[in-house]
């Protein structure tokens, strides 16, 4: 085979591409998961409508990390690049720039939903505005939280979530603790959505996930004068804080337990899989 020269980029190799991949894999995960809350209710709603929910979500962050994972590792999710940097395995020069590409992304995914869903929303809501959550189309691109359901028991049902998503995603992609070969990753990752929907998810709606909330959210209000913000009693602040929070908290819990076992039983890589960038893949033919 004749070799090919490429030419280099620097900004496409460093912090620029990754964003890039952040910012496309974030567009597709939104697309497919608020995609999926429109498909569900703004028409004749389904029997198990919650069932189709958990599993579109567990697609859609599936999907979402096909699109980058080999580019950035496929955070997807400021609650991720935050415990990856706080466990000192991400530089913490790019949590910003992450954050920023994975707000963007979700952003202008909500705005091409909103324009294709248009004619939903209208027949939907009627007259109420659409930020309104009880009248209105706002669940459709952000969470909140059930009548009956307090701010502790939000703050804590989405702190729970997201410490059990980062968390499993470290044993997920740990070499050492029986990794998933064959690029089969994003599958049990999409996996661990539906089980985190089926058991933690009808409190608030599971953001999980600071930008799945904001970025759609911060495009209902360019639309709605703001009022998504102040929805809920100001609900908007929980799937921000409690995720971060919860994140840290589960990247800690795995590290300094479950990776300490590890560690002290001096466990090397499991089988034939190998880390490239943040996947965990077999090597391929030619390597053997």
């Given at each position: 085979?004749?070799?090919?020269?490429?030419?280099?980029?620097?900004?496409?190799?460093?912090?620029?591409?990754?964003?890039?991949?952040?910012?496309?894999?974030?567009?597709?995960?939104?697309?497919?998961?608020?995609?999926?809350?429109?498909?569900?209710?703004?028409?004749?709603?389904?029997?198990?409508?919650?069932?189709?929910?958990?599993?579109?979500?567990?697609?859609?962050?599936?999907?979402?990390?096909?699109?980058?994972?080999?580019?950035?590792?496929?955070?997807?999710?400021?609650?991720?690049?935050?415990?990856?940097?706080?466990?000192?395995?991400?530089?913490?020069?790019?949590?910003?720039?992450?954050?920023?590409?994975?707000?963007?992304?979700?952003?202008?995914?909500?705005?091409?939903?909103?324009?294709?869903?248009?004619?939903?929303?209208n027949h939907f809501i009627g007259t109420a505005n659409i930020a309104d959550a009880t009248k209105g189309a706002?669940?459709?691109?952000?969470?909140?939280?059930?009548?009956?359901?307090?701010?502790?028991?939000?703050?804590?049902?989405?702190?729970?979530?997201?410490?059990?998503?980062?968390?499993?995603?470290?044993?997920?992609?740990?070499?050492?603790?029986?990794?998933?070969?064959?690029?089969?990753n994003p599958l049990i990752i999409g996996f661990l959505i539906v089980a985190i929907g089926a058991s933690f998810?009808?409190?608030?709606?599971?953001?999980?996930?600071?930008?799945?909330?904001?970025?759609?959210?911060?495009?209902?209000?360019?639309?709605?004068?703001?009022?998504?913000?102040?929805?809920?009693?100001?609900?908007?602040?929980?799937?921000?804080?409690?995720?971060?929070?919860?994140?840290?908290?589960?990247?800690?819990?795995?590290?300094?337990?479950?990776?300490?076992?590890?560690?002290?039983?001096?466990?090397?890589?499991?089988?034939?899989?190998?880390?490239?960038?943040?996947?965990v893949r077999e090597p391929a033919v030619d390597d053997l």
């Amino acid at each position: 085979m004749s070799s090919q020269s490429v030419a280099r980029s620097p900004l496409l190799e460093g912090t620029g591409g990754e964003m890039i991949g952040e910012f496309f894999g974030t567009m597709v995960l939104i697309l497919f998961g608020d995609g999926v809350v429109a498909t569900a209710f703004l028409f004749e709603p389904f029997t198990t409508e919650w069932v189709v929910v958990m599993l579109g979500w567990g697609l859609a962050v599936m999907l979402g990390i096909y699109v980058c994972g080999a580019i950035s590792g496929a955070h997807l999710n400021p609650a991720v690049t935050l415990a990856l940097a706080v466990r000192g395995k991400l530089a913490w020069n790019k949590v910003l720039a992450y954050w920023l590409a994975q707000v963007l992304g979700a952003f202008v995914a909500a705005a091409i939903l909103y324009f294709v869903y248009q004619g939903a929303i209208n027949h939907f809501i009627g007259t109420a505005n659409i930020a309104d959550a009880t009248k209105g189309a706002g669940f459709v691109f952000y969470t909140h939280p059930q009548n009956f359901v307090g701010t502790f028991g939000a703050f804590g049902d989405e702190f729970i979530g997201t410490a059990l998503l980062v968390g499993l995603i470290f044993a997920i992609v740990d070499v050492r603790n029986q990794p998933v070969q064959a690029n089969l990753n994003p599958l049990i990752i999409g996996f661990l959505i539906v089980a985190i929907g089926a058991s933690f998810g009808r409190n608030t709606g599971y953001a999980i996930n600071p930008a799945r909330d904001f970025g759609p959210r911060l495009w209902v209000a360019f639309v709605s004068g703001g009022e998504s913000f102040s929805v809920n009693n100001f609900y908007f602040w929980i799937p921000i804080v409690a995720p971060l929070v919860g994140g840290v908290a589960g990247a800690f819990i795995y590290d300094f337990t479950v990776g300490r076992v590890l560690q002290a039983k001096m466990l090397g890589v499991s089988g034939t899989a190998e880390v490239k960038g943040e996947a965990v893949r077999e090597p391929a033919v030619d390597d053997l």
